[in-house]
């Protein structure tokens, strides 16, 4: 399972919120089963399952599921993006380093990268 498709997962179950529902946009409080109660029940899940323990800061600022995906940066936590799969050709538009802060594209074949751009901020 792909590192997005577990957080889709993750974010899903412990919102309560059904496929019909979910999109990559969602905001907090957009949504009745996105309430306060909803919300400590996911930042719950998320640091469980992670191995994590979020800042209070973060837990507030968590206000959307993509702003989700930039603060469990800040925590190490790699979330990646594959944007095409055709057979075995993969472009992967975005990757979050578990163990730095690397941002970069990649296009595969059969598993072997043929272009590769990182950059390091």
């Known amino acids: 399972?792909?590192?997005?498709?577990?957080?889709?997962?993750?974010?899903?179950?412990?919102?309560?919120?059904?496929d019909d529902k979910f999109n990559e946009n969602i905001k907090y409080n957009e949504i009745e089963e996105w309430d306060s109660i909803g919300h400590?029940?996911?930042?719950?899940?998320?640091?469980?399952?992670?191995?994590?323990?979020?800042?209070?800061?973060?837990?507030?600022?968590f206000s959307s599921f993509k702003k989700g995906i930039e603060i469990l940066k800040k925590y190490n936590v790699k979330i990646s993006w594959k944007?095409?799969?055709?057979?075995?050709?993969?472009?992967?538009?975005?990757?979050?380093?578990?163990?730095?802060?690397?941002?970069f594209v990649d296009l595969t074949?059969?598993?072997?990268i043929i272009y590769?751009?990182?950059?390091?901020y």
Do not use: P
């Open 1 to 18: 399972m792909s590192t997005k498709k577990k957080y889709s997962e993750i974010f899903k179950t412990a919102v309560n919120i059904d």
């Open 40 to 61: 400590m029940t996911l930042v719950a899940a998320l640091e469980k399952e992670y191995k994590i323990t979020m800042e209070t800061d973060d837990i507030i600022d």
């Open 83 to 103: 944007i095409w799969n055709f057979q075995n050709i993969t472009l992967r538009m975005l990757r979050l380093s578990y163990l730095s802060s690397k941002v």
């Open 109 to 112: 074949i059969n598993e072997k």
């Open 116 to 120: 590769s751009k990182k950059r390091k």
